[in-house]
């Protein structure tokens, strides 16, 4: 039953078509050289070896932060990856210009072992009052009850040492990915509509994850 249940439902998914389709094609990268050309390491470290991009994590107190910086804002999304060594990521999208959440955070993608999951940053968890209320135990019920609807998970078994290819899809207030063709989740939240991302960036921790082969078209 829960199998026939998993099918449908993918293909009640696909049923419905993309998300978005592709425009102007804003960004590309295959890392066939050995500098980080359009890369900034805000957090060390990134390299590009062997053809991909490698993060790892080299700070005790954050995870390595790699980014590209491109005005965006409704984008289709396309990478692969290889868990090598890391059991995580997160794909981030912010507005450095945006002082209502820390950072400037406005939506994310994480990459776990079993799960992956779509979070609203500027309405949800990296909004600043959201952000200081669940640094204090006694407002965490409260801060809990204000992020009612401000992300998604599914479960899906992350492999490592395993090229997994992505999809993310954000058009207006929605979110959707597919991983290996497969759905792999959807959020629809007001944050996620923001109208201006300036940078697109993964965030990587422990020993290693590989990135390769990295689209970002304008969607329509």
Not at 27 to 50: C, H, M, Y
């Amino acid at each position: 039953m829960k199998q026939l249940l998993a099918l449908f439902v993918s293909l009640s998914f696909f049923a419905a078509g993309p998300l978005a389709q592709k425009g102007e094609l804003l960004f590309t990268d295959d890392f066939e050289r050995s500098e980080l050309g359009e890369w900034k390491t805000v957090i060390p470290s990134f390299a590009v070896q062997n053809g991909v991009l490698k993060g790892w994590q080299t700070r005790d107190d954050h995870g390595a932060v790699g980014r590209v910086y491109k005005p965006m804002k409704d984008v289709v999304v396309e990478f692969k990856f290889m868990l090598d060594g890391s059991t995580g990521f997160n794909a981030v999208f912010d507005d450095k210009n945006h002082k209502g959440s820390h950072a400037g955070h406005i939506c994310r993608v994480a990459f776990a072992p079993k799960q992956i999951r779509i979070g609203d940053d500027k309405e949800g968890v990296m909004r600043n009052d959201i952000f200081e209320m669940r640094k204090d135990p006694a407002k965490k019920r409260e801060a809990d009850k204000r992020l009612v609807g401000r992300g998604s998970a599914v479960n899906r078994v992350v492999e490592p040492k395993k090229w997994h290819t992505v999809r993310i899809e954000l058009l207006g207030d929605t979110l959707r990915v597919t991983m290996d063709d497969e759905p792999a989740g959807e959020l629809k939240s007001p944050g996620i509509a923001h109208e201006t991302k300036t940078s697109l960036h993964f965030t990587v921790n422990g020993p290693g994850v590989l990135f390769d082969d990295v689209r970002i078209w304008a969607a329509k």
